[in-house]
T-cell receptor, first 119, second 113 residues
């Protein structure tokens, strides 16, 4: 099946620094990727929709300048948490939508997630 | 807006017990419904799905039926195994041009030998 790889799986950084998380679709082209944030004992919160070659669409309440998303190719999207603070510590998950030729399967494929800890 | 409500858990069952995880939803139109599973240390993966009313999704012994009249998509399995221990997420995808996926809170299942 389709595979989405996310890197790094864990990252610890100091407050005020920036962290980049990569999301790659390994065996399919993903024109659309999604970035989620998962809090303990809470559901996945959609942060933004990343479209190849265009600006990301952010959900209400998500700071565009704080969470920079770049989708430069059909297989790679990146999330950069700028000037990270302890409240940004969370589990970030990317996903990509697989499209069967001529039809929308609707299925999402998820990366393994990235645990960010900001000291 | 769309929303998905599922029991929070954790749910603890003995091996071979019957499992039900309730899921109800609120949505406009005719959404597609999904169950995703997240095993410890891994990302989410699709377990099963149903795209229209009365459809039954099934996989690995798990089943869920799309009930429009009760706006529900309950997950069931007749006999759980220790390897089924995971977090289960109910989700919906609205129909139409912007197919955003909305997730429930996730239900942790622990199966003990």
């Amino acid at each position: 099946g389709a595979v989405v790889s996310q890197h790094p799986s864990r990252v610890i950084c100091k407050s005020g620094t920036s962290v980049k998380i990569e999301c790659r679709s390994l065996d399919f082209q993903a024109t659309t990727m999604f970035w989620y944030r998962q809090f303990p004992k809470q559901s996945l919160m959609l942060m933004a929709t990343s479209n190849e070659g265009s600006k990301a669409t952010y959900e209400q309440g998500v700071e565009k300048d704080k969470f920079l998303i770049n989708h430069a190719s059909l297989t790679l999207s990146t999330l950069t948490v700028t000037s990270a603070h302890p409240e940004d510590s969370s589990f970030y998950i990317c996903s990509a939508r697989a499209w069967a030729e001529g039809a929308n399967t609707g299925e999402l494929f998820f990366g393994e997630g990235s645990r960010l800890t900001v000291l | 807006g769309n929303s998905v409500t599922q029991m929070e858990g954790p749910v603890t069952l003995s091996e071979e017990a019957f499992l039900t995880i309730n899921c109800t939803y609120t949505a406009t139109g005719y959404p597609s419904l999904f169950w995703y599973v997240q095993y410890p240390g891994e990302g989410l993966q699709l377990l099963l799905k149903a795209t229209k009313a009365d459809d039954k999704g099934s996989n690995k012994g798990f089943e869920a039926t799309y009930r429009k009249e009760t706006t529900s998509f309950h997950l069931e399995k007749g006999s759980v195994q220790v390897s089924d221990s995971a977090v289960y997420f109910c989700a919906l995808m609205n129909s139409g041009g912007y197919q955003k996926v909305t997730f429930g809170i996730g239900t942790k299942l622990q199966v003990i030998p």
